[in-house]
């Protein structure tokens, strides 16, 4: 499996952002705030997304397009997504 963690882009410092590939079926991606607390902040509901939990996704830009707002996106991120992919193909 492969997983990376994207640096937040402005306004978003807060969330933790990953993206990556498991060998088992699926693109996986993650955007969570870690450090939310409801108690001391009930006025605040963040964003929270988990891709590639339940649904199968073979194509990085399905992802991709889904955290592209939360974290910047490496130039060379969709290639390696391939190439991990390519690496550890789907295990049937």
């Known amino acids: 499996m492969s997983l990376y963690t994207l640096t937040p882009k402005p ?10 590939w498991n060998p088992h079926r699926t693109y996986v991606a993650t ?17 929270t997304i ?5 649904e199968t996704l073979l194509d990085p830009a399905e992802v991709l397009v889904v955290v592209a707002p939360y974290a910047e996106i490496p130039a060379d991120l969709p290639a390696r997504l391939r190439a991990d992919q390519a690496a550890h193909p789907v295990r049937r």
């Open 31 to 47: 955007v969570v705030d870690f450090t939310w607390d409801p108690v001391t902040e009930p006025q605040y509901q963040p964003d």
């Open 50 to 54: 988990h891709l590639g939990r339940i």
């Open 11 to 20: 306004g978003f410092e807060r969330y933790t952002v990953q993206i990556g």
